[in-house]
């Protein structure tokens, strides 16, 4: 048996030409072998520290120096009146200083979809984590709306419980959400819920070393199977001064305020404040997934000290067992490791007991043979650096070890080793040269030649429980492959840029932040900018959507729009709903040589669905269809003139509509309703599932032959008048059986056809009535008794097919309405081929169902125009696909970019799916924080500035006393002074009889009367009869827009009746809630929204009529 080998050179260049994505995930299919856990990939980072807003702003302050340490700040507590320099004075701190937060008492509830009165209540560690959680998924590309019901993990460490005592000592401010508001578990299980993750929901106590010991929880979780993907971290805020008073009992606090980790003056820590959080995944997936990536973990550990001298003593044994586990677990030999963040709380007696512990496992030995690394990149001669963040933004705690994470990730991916502050003469207890370790002093690159470094991260609890983690640097994924770098540096395309947030001013906000990311990091690139704006953001209400080929110009175009006054005027805001959108498409005649070229070159979709169609019309057409759409290619010639022969016009369109639409789709731009012209109607049919594919392109080429091989001669004519002076003028001549009206499309735009001489005839009749014509350049009468001879030959290929029901509603040209089941009958395609296209009837349709929004799929936008002619001013929104003329790939996307900012929900994973670009670090979403905080009397007696400034505004203004008016028993009316005017009245009518009990007895005024009923889809059900779905906002608005003028020309009266339908309170265990909440208050807010948005002239009345929800006199019901 014998096996080929390939030589070594020949691997060597397979592997060299490899991606950098492939090339890691070898060597990780090489550590599988060794029975070595897959490494945990840190792809997302969120944080605010002291002096530090961002991962940025944090790398920012490590690599300057920065000393974030200040005077305990008057809005937390007095600290004249707290100070002592007596450590042993009652009720007193001889420490003035730590690391704090900026505006912690505010907060965006809206944001998170929080009542402005639970938020209130609401910790503000929680309220924190929420924001931190949300940066965190932003920094790592992730959208929180696509992770929803995923296993994702969150794991919080959490341990002081400031608010709660606060409000806790004044029992008359608790409140229902008080219990929730400060409980420690639910400060992992709230961002769970609002999220809607389904993985583990952990909030970890374990004093200083909680978020460490999350991370390792967070690890364990995806190596069990049990996460997807998860978010580790912790957070600490001090917002009273008795945890500082009890620490300084304990003299564990430095006076003057400085953390001097492993120096001999080390005196003690100073206490911090922030959050931080990671967000994990398997380093196999984010490679796939091209996530960006800081550094990866390869191992942790946790333990405890057991039974030692003290419960807060800690233990030299444990430590160093907690460190050799972690090794262990990562797979690698102590003496790899170059740098090691240590828990270095400056104090006399826990820096040489972690130094001891350091030095004893980290022993500079030559390495495993079995490890990653080599003694060349790791020489072990070469001391181990330590250091402390404790440095520079104090103790924080519960949040102290992912503080300490995040300062080595961020350490790992700028290669540099970063100082460690205040240490200025080694701890005399401390060998360090015995040791071999070192405390990094200054800031140095930390630099590799092959394998990424090693670093270990402790925290240790002062209950006892420590945590180790061992972190690696990424794969390097910098060096492009050459046709990578290719696309890259001749990438001249447009590139699509998307920004959006809930609000107007926040949008424009986040638009400067993006140009003061182009202004200081120009070298930035526009492919990774795009597409990270794009994949890597959720998408609200409030968008903009620009198109450019520069990062120059991206940055002109925000200053031009968010230095604008009235940027809330020219960026509206959208429903929640993504709009309902109609794919209009285009017939015969619009044509042209090379159409869609670019998008077959460019798009793969494209491309993939034209080769289909392609392949199958092989068996119809004698020449191949790609020769005819693009001689230019595929029979080196610019011959267009078999397009225009209708045997290949009519297929070679249906095949680049089809192609068109299946590209829109697989971006996310699906149509609720279609429609086509004429031959456009096929593909329309097919789009909606009544063709197959090969049906729907059998049916067109047998259909263009059949027309192909009838006797040329007949005209066609447009002329520019009503139907109605058309008909008569038919209708005056003798020879009217042999001229027809072929299409109608639009109120004075009506296209004749029929004998040639018969149409002349026609049209000098109407010329002496001074009416416009225009002859088309046709072949054939399409449209007239002139087709009857291929009908039954015609009729033979469609009983061959399979017709079913569409999946997507239809407009039909033969009707002019909605398509019924006759659509499924041969009969309705015969008479489709002679009788008129009613497109101006369609559109009316259109319409009147509240469609606006319309996407021509097609070559050129030539029903687009004629659609606006048919409509009121203004009630269309017209996007088309191609233009003659414009690049297809400009067209596409400033059509994309409109379709994107009228609401339509794109597919940015696809669209983005073989494009250039990597996610990148971009800003992050700026929260409208405002204060929310209660006003309680311990609070006021800690503070010389009232926190009941931060309250939120007083609830009273909202408050008003409920009267109920009687109705006489006897059936008579109570007065309610309605203004004698003429009103509008929209009665949203229940289905007892109420409404039109009412409507009945307002028929008597001269008011106009509108009855609107609760239904599945939306429909003008008669001219004052109007049917709306109660759980789609955008119904609502339809209403109110098609009845704008007179709305706007009365006052109106709004009777909301609907909630009468709502079952007894004993009937709900068997009526499903969710039509009851539609049909009420769901309902209900969708009109309130519609109200306000319509800006009607006069300000609405509003009525809610409802049964059983009040006791409005003495019995309960």
Same mark, same amino acid.
């Given at each position: 048996?014998?096996?080929?080998?390939?030589?070594?050179?020949?691997?060597?260049?397979?592997?060299?030409?490899?991606?950098?994505?492939?090339?890691?995930?070898?060597?990780?299919?090489?550590?599988?072998?060794?029975?070595?856990?897959?490494?945990?990939?840190?792809?997302?980072?969120?944080?605010?520290?002291?002096?530090?807003?961002?991962?940025?702003?944090?790398?920012?302050?490590?690599?300057?120096?920065?000393?974030?340490?200040?005077?305990?700040?008057?809005?937390?507590?007095?600290?004249?009146?707290?100070?002592?320099?007596?450590?042993?004075?009652?009720?007193?701190?001889?420490?003035?200083?730590?690391?704090?937060?900026?505006?912690?008492?505010?907060?965006?509830?809206?944001?998170?979809?929080?009542?402005?009165?639970?938020?209130?209540?609401?910790?503000?560690?929680?309220?924190?984590?929420?924001?931190?959680?949300?940066?965190?998924?932003?920094?790592?590309?992730?959208?929180?709306?696509?992770?929803?019901?995923?296993?994702?993990?969150?794991?919080?460490?959490?341990?002081?419980?400031?608010?709660?005592?606060?409000?806790?000592?004044?029992?008359?401010?608790?409140?229902?959400?008080?219990?929730?508001?400060?409980?420690?578990?639910?400060?992992?299980?709230?961002?769970?819920?609002?999220?809607?993750?389904?993985?583990?929901?952990?909030?970890?106590?374990?004093?200083?070393?909680?978020?460490?010991?999350?991370?390792?929880?967070?690890?364990?979780?995806?190596?069990?199977?049990?996460?997807?993907?998860?978010?580790?971290?912790?957070?600490?805020?001090?917002?009273?001064?008795?945890?500082?008073?009890?620490?300084?009992?304990?003299?564990?606090?430095?006076?003057?305020?400085?953390?001097?980790?492993?120096?001999?003056?080390?005196?003690?820590?100073?206490?911090?404040?922030?959050?931080?959080?990671?967000?994990?995944?398997?380093?196999?997936?984010?490679?796939?997934?091209?996530?960006?990536?800081?550094?990866?973990?390869?191992?942790?550990?946790?333990?405890?000290?057991?039974?030692?001298?003290?419960?807060?003593?800690?233990?030299?044994?444990?430590?160093?067992?907690?460190?050799?586990?972690?090794?262990?677990?990562?797979?690698?030999?102590?003496?790899?490791?170059?740098?090691?963040?240590?828990?270095?709380?400056?104090?006399?007696?826990?820096?040489?007991?972690?130094?001891?512990?350091?030095?004893?496992?980290?022993?500079?030995?030559?390495?495993?043979?079995?490890?990653?690394?080599?003694?060349?990149?790791?020489?072990?001669?070469?001391?181990?650096?330590?250091?402390?963040?404790?440095?520079?933004?104090?103790?924080?705690?519960?949040?102290?070890?992912?503080?300490?994470?995040?300062?080595?990730?961020?350490?790992?991916?700028?290669?540099?080793?970063?100082?460690?502050?205040?240490?200025?003469?080694?701890?005399?207890?401390?060998?360090?040269?015995?040791?071999?370790?070192?405390?990094?002093?200054?800031?140095?690159?930390?630099?590799?030649?092959?394998?990424?470094?090693?670093?270990?991260?402790?925290?240790?609890?002062?209950?006892?429980?420590?945590?180790?983690?061992?972190?690696? $640097?990424?794969?390097?994924?910098?060096?492009?492959?050459?046709?990578?770098?290719?696309?890259?540096?001749?990438?001249?395309?447009?590139?699509?840029?998307?920004?959006?947030?809930?609000?107007?001013?926040?949008?424009?906000?986040?638009?400067?932040?993006?140009?003061?990311?182009?202004?200081?990091?120009?070298?930035?690139?526009?492919?990774?900018?795009?597409?990270?704006?794009?994949?890597?953001?959720?998408?609200?209400?409030?968008?903009?959507?620009?198109?450019?080929?520069?990062?120059?110009?991206?940055?002109?175009?925000?200053?031009?729009?968010?230095?604008?006054?009235?940027?809330?005027?020219?960026?509206?805001?959208?429903?929640?709903?993504?709009?309902?959108?109609?794919?209009?498409?285009?017939?015969?005649?619009?044509?042209?040589? $090379?159409?869609?070229?670019?998008?077959?070159?460019?798009?793969?979709?494209?491309?993939?669905?034209?080769?289909?169609?392609?392949?199958?019309?092989?068996?119809?057409?004698?020449?191949?269809?790609?020769?005819?759409?693009?001689?230019?290619?595929?029979?080196?010639?610019?011959?267009?003139?078999?397009?225009?022969?209708?045997?290949?016009?009519?297929?070679?369109?249906?095949?680049?509509?089809?192609?068109?639409?299946?590209?829109?789709?697989?971006?996310?731009?699906?149509?609720?309703?279609?429609?086509?012209?004429?031959?456009?109607?096929?593909?329309?049919?097919?789009?909606?599932?009544?063709?197959?594919?090969?049906?729907?392109?059998?049916?067109?080429?047998?259909?263009?032959?059949?027309?192909?091989?009838?006797?040329?001669?007949?005209?066609?004519?447009?002329?520019?008048?009503?139907?109605?002076?058309?008909?008569?003028?038919?209708?005056?001549?003798?020879?009217?059986?042999?001229?027809?009206?072929?299409?109608?499309?639009?109120?004075?735009?009506?296209?004749?056809?029929?004998?040639?001489?018969?149409?002349?005839?026609?049209?000098?009749?109407?010329?002496?009535?001074?009416?416009?014509?225009?002859?088309?350049?046709?072949?054939?009468?399409?449209?007239?008794?002139?087709?009857?001879?291929?009908?039954?030959?015609?009729?033979?290929?469609?009983?061959?097919?399979?017709?079913?029901?569409?999946?997507?509603?239809?407009?039909?040209?033969?009707?002019?309405?909605?398509?019924?089941?006759?659509?499924?009958?041969?009969?309705?395609?015969?008479?489709?081929?002679?009788?008129?296209?009613?497109?101006?009837?369609?559109?009316?349709?259109?319409?009147?169902?509240?469609?606006?929004?319309?996407?021509?799929?097609?070559?050129?936008?030539?029903?687009?125009?004629? $659609?606006?002619?048919?409509?009121?001013?203004?009630?269309?929104?017209?996007?088309?696909?191609?233009?003659?003329?414009?690049?297809?790939?400009?067209?596409?996307?400033?059509?994309?970019?409109?379709?994107?900012?009228?609401?339509?929900?794109?597919?940015?994973?696809?669209?983005?799916?073989?494009?250039?670009?990597?996610?990148?670090?971009?800003?992050?979403?700026?929260?409208?924080?405002?204060?929310?905080?209660?006003?309680?009397?311990?609070?006021?007696?800690?503070?010389?500035?009232?926190?009941?400034?931060?309250?939120?505004?007083?609830?009273?203004?909202?408050?008003?006393?409920?009267?109920?008016?009687?109705?006489?028993?006897?059936?008579?009316?109570?007065?309610?002074?309605?203004?004698?005017?003429?009103?509008?009245?929209?009665?949203?009518?229940?289905?007892?009889?109420?409404?039109?009990?009412?409507?009945?007895?307002?028929?008597?005024?001269?008011?106009?009367?509108?009855?609107?009923?609760?239904?599945?889809?939306?429909?003008?059900?008669?001219?004052?009869?109007?049917?709306?779905?109660?759980?789609?906002?955008?119904?609502?608005?339809?209403?109110?827009?098609?009845?704008?003028?007179?709305?706007?020309?009365?006052?109106?009266?709004?009777?909301?009746?609907?909630?009468?339908?709502?079952?007894?309170?004993?009937?709900?265990?068997?009526?499903?809630?969710?039509?009851?909440?539609?049909?009420?208050?769901?309902?209900?807010?969708?009109?309130?929204?519609?109200?306000?948005?319509?800006?009607?002239?006069?300000?609405?009345?509003?009525?809610?009529?409802?049964?059983?929800?009040?006791?409005?006199?003495?019995?309960?019901?």
């Amino acid at each position: 048996m014998f096996r080929s080998m390939l030589p070594v050179d020949d691997i060597a260049k397979r592997i060299a030409n490899l991606s950098p994505e492939k090339r890691a995930l070898l060597e990780l299919q090489l550590q599988k072998r060794k029975g070595l856990k897959e490494p945990i990939a840190i792809i997302g980072i969120g944080c605010r520290f002291p002096g530090a807003s961002s991962p940025k702003s944090f790398w920012q302050l490590l690599k300057n120096g920065v000393d974030a340490i200040t005077e305990v700040p008057p809005e937390r507590w007095d600290i004249e009146r707290f100070y002592n320099a007596d450590p042993t004075a009652p009720g007193k701190m001889y420490c003035r200083y730590g690391g704090f937060l900026a505006h912690v008492d505010k907060f965006d509830p809206e944001f998170f979809g929080i009542a402005p009165r639970e938020a209130t209540y609401i910790d503000p560690q929680q309220r924190l984590l929420l924001e931190v959680i949300w940066e965190a998924l932003e920094d790592a590309g992730q959208v929180p709306s696509q992770l929803s019901g995923s296993q994702t993990g969150v794991f919080v460490g959490i341990s002081t419980h400031d608010y709660g005592q606060l409000l806790l000592q004044s029992p008359e401010v608790v409140d229902t959400y008080t219990n929730t508001g400060v409980a420690s578990t639910m400060a992992a299980n709230r961002i769970s819920y609002l999220l809607n993750f389904k993985g583990p929901s952990l909030t970890v106590d374990t004093a200083c070393s909680s978020s460490l010991v999350a991370v390792h929880l967070a690890c364990q979780s995806i190596w069990n199977g049990e996460s997807t993907l998860a978010l580790a971290g912790g957070v600490n805020l001090m917002l009273t001064p008795v945890v500082t008073v009890g620490l300084s009992k304990l003299t564990a606090l430095s006076p003057d305020g400085r953390c001097k980790a492993f120096d001999a003056r080390a005196n003690g820590f100073v206490r911090g404040e922030g959050a931080g959080v990671i967000v994990v995944k398997p380093l196999s997936k984010a490679l796939i997934d091209k996530d960006p990536i800081y550094a990866v973990i390869r191992g942790s550990a946790v333990n405890q000290d057991g039974r030692t001298n003290g419960l807060t003593a800690p233990n030299r044994d444990a430590q160093e067992a907690v460190l050799v586990s972690a090794y262990q677990q990562a797979g690698i030999s102590p003496s790899d490791v170059q740098y090691v963040e240590t828990h270095g709380t400056g104090t006399l007696l826990g820096d040489p007991i972690e130094a001891m512990a350091l030095g004893n496992v980290l022993k500079r030995e030559p390495s495993d043979h079995n490890s990653d690394n080599n003694s060349n990149n790791n020489p072990t001669n070469k001391p181990v650096a330590i250091g402390s963040v404790k440095s520079n933004i104090g103790h924080l705690e519960a949040a102290a070890g992912i503080a300490s994470l995040i300062k080595v990730a961020l350490s790992l991916k700028h290669q540099e080793l970063l100082p460690s502050l205040h240490f200025l003469e080694p701890n005399p207890h401390i060998p360090f040269d015995q040791l071999s370790l070192r405390v990094q002093q200054q800031r140095e690159p930390w630099l590799w030649d092959v394998i990424p470094p090693f670093a270990g991260v402790s925290s240790f609890g002062f209950g006892g429980t420590n945590a180790h983690v061992v972190l690696q $640097g990424a794969p390097d994924l910098t060096k492009a492959t050459s046709n990578d770098r290719d696309q890259n540096d001749q990438d001249q395309n447009y590139h699509l840029f998307t920004l959006s947030a809930k609000t107007a001013t926040a949008l424009q906000t986040l638009g400067k932040r993006y140009i003061d990311l182009i202004a200081s990091e120009p070298s930035r690139t526009l492919a990774d900018i795009c597409l990270t704006s794009n994949k890597g953001r959720s998408h609200f209400n409030y968008r903009l959507a620009l198109l450019v080929k520069s990062t120059d110009q991206l940055q002109q175009q925000l200053t031009k729009l968010t230095e604008s006054e009235t940027i809330s005027e020219k960026i509206a805001e959208n429903s929640p709903t993504p709009p309902e959108i109609v794919f209009l498409f285009t017939g015969q005649g619009s044509q042209y040589s $090379g159409m869609g070229r670019q998008l077959y070159e460019t798009q793969p979709i494209f491309r993939a669905t034209l080769d289909q169609c392609a392949e199958i019309l092989q068996t119809y057409l004698e020449q191949p269809l790609l020769d005819v759409l693009y001689p230019e290619i595929f029979r080196d010639n610019s011959d267009n003139s078999t397009l225009n022969q209708t045997a290949y016009t009519q297929p070679a369109l249906f095949a680049l509509e089809y192609s068109l639409a299946q590209l829109w789709r697989s971006w996310g731009i699906e149509p609720t309703v279609v429609m086509g012209h004429s031959v456009g109607e096929y593909v329309a049919a097919t789009v909606a599932g009544v063709f197959s594919l090969e049906d729907g392109l059998k049916l067109i080429a047998q259909r263009a032959r059949l027309m192909q091989q009838l006797p040329e001669g007949g005209e066609m004519v447009v002329v520019l008048t009503n139907e109605q002076q058309v008909t008569e003028a038919i209708q005056a001549i003798s020879a009217s059986n042999q001229v027809s009206i072929a299409a109608i499309n639009g109120p004075e735009n009506i296209v004749i056809s029929g004998e040639s001489q018969a149409v002349q005839t026609v049209i000098a009749r109407l010329d002496s009535q001074k009416v416009k014509s225009l002859k088309l350049p046709v072949s054939h009468a399409f449209h007239s008794a002139l087709m009857q001879p291929m009908v039954t030959d015609f009729a033979q290929t469609l009983s061959e097919i399979s017709l079913h029901p569409p999946q997507i509603e239809i407009i039909s040209n033969v009707t002019g309405k909605l398509a019924t089941a006759e659509i499924l009958t041969t009969e309705y395609w015969c008479d489709h081929v002679l009788n008129p296209v009613k497109f101006y009837q369609s559109m009316e349709t259109l319409y009147q169902q509240g469609y606006h929004l319309c996407v021509e799929v097609g070559p050129k936008p030539s029903l687009l125009g004629m $659609g606006k002619a048919c409509l009121p001013k203004g009630k269309l929104t017209a996007i088309p696909s191609l233009r003659p003329g414009k690049p297809d790939s400009k067209q596409m996307l400033e059509s994309l970019a409109s379709l994107y900012k009228h609401g339509a929900s794109v597919d940015w994973k696809k669209f983005h799916e073989h494009n250039p670009g990597r996610l990148v670090s971009l800003p992050t979403y700026p929260f409208e924080r405002q204060r929310y905080w209660l006003d309680t009397t311990s609070v006021k007696q800690l503070s010389p500035i009232s926190y009941g400034q931060l309250s939120t505004p007083s609830y009273g203004d909202w408050l008003y006393e409920i009267a109920w008016r009687p109705k006489d028993i006897d059936g008579s009316d109570v007065s309610t002074d309605i203004s004698t005017s003429i009103t509008t009245w929209l009665i949203f009518a229940d289905k007892g009889g109420f409404g039109e009990t009412l409507v009945q007895q307002l028929e008597a005024k001269p008011d106009r009367i509108l009855l609107i009923s609760p239904g599945s889809s939306y429909q003008q059900l008669q001219a004052n009869h109007y049917q709306i779905n109660p759980a789609q906002p955008q119904h609502f608005q339809r209403l109110l827009d098609q009845e704008v003028e007179s709305l706007n020309a009365t006052s109106v009266i709004v009777v909301h009746m609907w909630s009468l339908d709502t079952p007894a309170l004993e009937q709900f265990q068997t009526f499903p809630l969710d039509a009851t909440l539609e049909n009420g208050c769901g309902s209900v807010l969708h009109l309130l929204q519609a109200l306000v948005k319509a800006e009607l002239a006069q300000p609405p009345r509003l009525w809610l009529v409802t049964e059983g929800t009040q006791p409005v006199g003495k019995t309960k019901k």
